[in-house]
């Protein structure tokens, strides 16, 4: 399951708010992703961008007129609601948001919501005081109570100036979303699944730490992969670069005794564990309270401690516990003694030697050791694949 936009027929309904310009952007991220994105406006929408831009972007045909002979509604008026995987409203204005709270049907987007089985997405955009009003939030308040999944808004700075709630979200949440919705019955669906991610930090003064290279995404791509096959995913992270991915539990830590503590409360009651962290073996033995001076000596010791080894201290009754091995010598001989030696179901071998591998890449090459002796040697791939292929087993152990 490497994409689970592909192929998959997503009705986006495009009402008139200035935010239209951020539609453009999703419908190009679905339509490289492979899905079919039909795009409904409404006549405000039209207003703000025309339809030729969507169009072009899509290479399908948009619907701005139930009443036009051209369109597909024009000829049968449920056809796009009968079809949608998913439908999103985005930007979703006041004003649709009332006529969908009370089941009007005078334009493409409300004519089709009214008539889908799908599940529907609301991401509202608007002017704070629109937001806050009581009008809006009973509005919002129903839908919610019928179902509908309401993403954002955030608060910023919108376009009358004002810094408020009223933002709509930007495309990459957006995406989190719909993946997270179509993700609804998949294979670990009503299962936890516990990923770390990112390399520890161990202090040595205020402003020193001990860390090492890992920059996180592989346990990201993990957790993503998880959130989209329908797992309710909490990700125990370190500082990174990345953003946090719509829909999964983010829980910040930065020692490796922190990140135990917090794995210890999240595994309990958890399906997986799946260790992508990594984690440093030693911390300073002490760490200053404040900034240590240079000096005149030439050498400088820091004496360490070894940290717990938290794979192995984890052990839950039916929790599967995948690792990650990453060597740059006696790579399967150092992975298989891991994988023994903390009661893991599964490992994955890691060449940080190799191009296009280990970390700080999109990519990764890995070769994954299960209980049972089996090697299985995978070729290049994205991250987030690989998280699929290590989950694939996991949902295979839970079954
Ligand atoms: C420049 C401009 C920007 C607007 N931005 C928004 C907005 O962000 N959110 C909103 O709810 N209404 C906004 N409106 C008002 C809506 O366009 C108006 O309520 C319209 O009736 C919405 O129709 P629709 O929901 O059918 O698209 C804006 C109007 C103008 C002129």
Redesign the pocket.
């Known amino acids: 399951m490497p994409n689970p936009l592909e192929k998959k027929h997503i009705v986006l309904g495009v009402?008139?708010?200035?935010?239209c310009y951020k539609s453009v952007d999703l419908a190009s991220k679905l339509t490289q992703n492979g899905a079919l994105v039909d795009v409904l406006m409404?006549?405000?929408?039209v207003k703000f961008v025309s339809p030729l831009t969507f169009s072009s972007i899509t290479h399908r045909p948009v619907i701005a007129d139930i009443f036009s002979p051209e369109s597909e509604l024009g000829i049968n008026h449920v056809a796009v609601a009968e079809r949608a995987s998913v439908v999103i409203v985005a930007?979703a204005?006041?004003?649709?948001i009332a006529k969908l709270a009370h089941g009007l049907a005078d334009?493409p987007i409300t004519t089709t919501i009214l008539a889908t089985q799908a599940p529907v997405i609301v991401a509202p955009?608007?002017?704070a005081h629109?937001y806050e009003n009581a009008a809006t939030q009973e509005n919002v308040a129903a839908l919610q109570s019928r179902g509908y999944v309401f993403v954002g808004p955030a608060t910023g700075r919108l376009?009358s100036g004002l810094i408020g709630l009223g933002r709509m979200l930007e495309t990459p949440d957006l995406l989190g979303c719909i993946k997270m919705v179509l993700s609804r019955g998949g294979d670990l669906s009503g299962r936890k699944i516990v990923v770390s991610a990112g390399g520890t930090q161990e202090p040595i003064d205020p402003v020193r730490v001990l860390t090492n290279h890992s920059t996180g995404k592989m346990g990201y791509a993990v957790a993503e992969a998880a959130r989209d096959r329908g797992a309710e995913v909490s990700l125990v992270t370190t500082p990174t670069a990345l953003e946090d991915p719509f829909g999964v539990n983010v829980i910040n830590v930065r020692t490796a005794l922190e990140m135990r503590s917090v794995l210890l409360h999240q595994c309990s009651g958890a399906d997986a564990l799946i260790m992508a962290a990594a984690v440093a073996d030693w911390r300073p033995a002490k760490a200053a309270d404040h900034k240590l001076k240079k000096g005149e000596a030439e050498t400088w010791s820091i004496e360490l401690v070894k940290n717990p080894d938290i794979l192995s201290e984890i052990v839950g009754e039916g929790l599967v516990k995948v690792g990650f091995a990453a060597e740059s010598e006696d790579l399967l001989a150092n992975a298989r003694a891991k994988l023994l030696s903390k009661g893991l179901h599964l490992i994955a071998a890691n060449d940080i030697t190799a191009p296009d591998s280990g970390f700080g890449t999109d990519t990764n090459r890995v070769t994954l050791l299960d209980r049972e002796g089996r090697a299985t040697e995978l070729p290049l791939l994205t991250k987030y694949e690989v998280g699929h292929e290590i989950l694939d087993r996991v949902a295979k152990v839970l079954a």
């Open positions: 009402t008139g708010s200035i935010a409404t006549p405000g929408a930007p204005t006041a004003n649709t334009d955009a608007m002017d629109m376009a």
